[in-house]
């Protein structure tokens, strides 16, 4: 199906069988899977590939796989989560709806569920994009990913931002080639809490070093903006 096209699913699976089922229903659709029944891999395919959607059975290992959701979250990797569990327990469907995850499938999964959750997924990450994301590219071959909050090297390869981080990417992009005040920044970045310029230096740093040195530029006593 052409709305599955480009589209890679990283699914966690202890079960081999119903992992192994599950994997080629969503090929046959046109979707990349990348399977692993374990976090360590998980991790690993997450720096080495860019995800669209995860699929994850909580019911081996619950605990480490709901930190797992968490933490992803907490690096503001906003991919929807399809959560699989035998059976919808009150708890654990609770912190699932905090993790803003997309649907709750309960075992055994019936294949119109599963093509259904993965379609609202999928509806997710297609246009429109905001208006201030339409001209993304940067220099030196980098370009903003506007869906999973990144920046995509000239390889292709994806680095994560953080929140703050894409927050003030996007500001910038949104106002290319104008200055943007410090208490601008402040208001869109920091929002509800106080910046400091010790942490506004930081952050840009850290920008930097993710994409390439010139990507902002200071403007001493007044702001930053992106001159490109």
């Given at each position: 199906?052409?709305?599955?096209?480009?589209?890679?699913?990283?699914?966690?699976?202890?079960?081999?069988?119903?992992?192994?089922?599950?994997?080629?229903?969503?090929?046959?659709?046109?979707?990349?899977?990348?399977?692993?029944?374990?976090?360590?891999?998980?991790?690993?395919?997450?720096?080495?590939?860019?995800?669209?959607?995860?699929?994850?059975?909580?019911?081996?290992?619950?605990?480490?796989?709901?930190?797992?959701?968490?933490?992803?979250?907490?690096?503001?990797?906003?991919?929807?989560?399809?959560?699989?569990?035998?059976?919808?327990?009150?708890?654990?469907?609770?912190?699932?709806?905090?993790?803003?995850?997309?649907?709750?499938?309960?075992?055994?999964?019936?294949?119109?569920?599963?093509?259904?959750?993965?379609?609202?997924?999928?509806?997710?990450?297609?246009?429109?994009?905001?208006?201030?994301?339409?001209?993304?590219?940067?220099?030196?071959?980098?370009?903003?990913?506007?869906?999973?909050?990144?920046?995509?090297?000239?390889?292709?390869?994806?680095?994560?931002?953080?929140?703050?981080?894409?927050?003030?990417?996007?500001?910038?992009?949104?106002?290319?080639?104008?200055?943007?005040?410090?208490?601008?920044?402040?208001?869109?970045?920091?929002?509800?809490?106080?910046?400091?310029?010790?942490?506004?230096?930081?952050?840009?740093?850290?920008?930097?070093?993710?994409?390439?040195?010139?990507?902002?530029t200071n403007y001493s006593g007044i702001g930053y903006k992106m001159d490109f």
């Open positions: 199906m052409d709305i599955f096209k480009n589209l890679t699913i990283l699914y966690i699976e202890g079960d081999s069988q119903c992992r192994e089922q599950n994997a080629l229903l969503m090929r046959e659709i046109g979707l990349k899977v990348l399977e692993t029944d374990n976090l360590e891999s998980a991790n690993n395919l997450f720096r080495q590939h860019k995800i669209d959607i995860i699929l994850i059975d909580l019911n081996m290992h619950q605990k480490e796989r709901m930190t797992f959701l968490q933490f992803l979250r907490y690096k503001d990797i906003i991919a929807p989560i399809i959560i699989i569990a035998d059976d919808s327990d009150k708890e654990i469907l609770l912190e699932a709806i905090n993790l803003d995850t997309t649907r709750f499938l309960i075992k055994p999964l019936k294949k119109n569920e599963l093509l259904h959750a993965i379609k609202i997924a999928s509806d997710k990450l297609l246009p429109p994009f905001p208006a201030i994301l339409v001209n993304n590219e940067l220099n030196h071959g980098f370009s903003y990913d506007p869906i999973n909050k990144s920046i995509i090297d000239p390889t292709g390869e994806p680095v994560q931002l953080s929140k703050k981080e894409y927050l003030l990417v996007e500001l910038l992009l949104k106002n290319k080639r104008q200055i943007i005040p410090f208490d601008e920044i402040e208001r869109v970045v920091w929002q509800n809490s106080s910046m400091s310029m010790d942490a506004l230096r930081t952050l840009v740093r850290a920008i930097r070093k993710k994409t390439y040195s010139d990507i902002i």
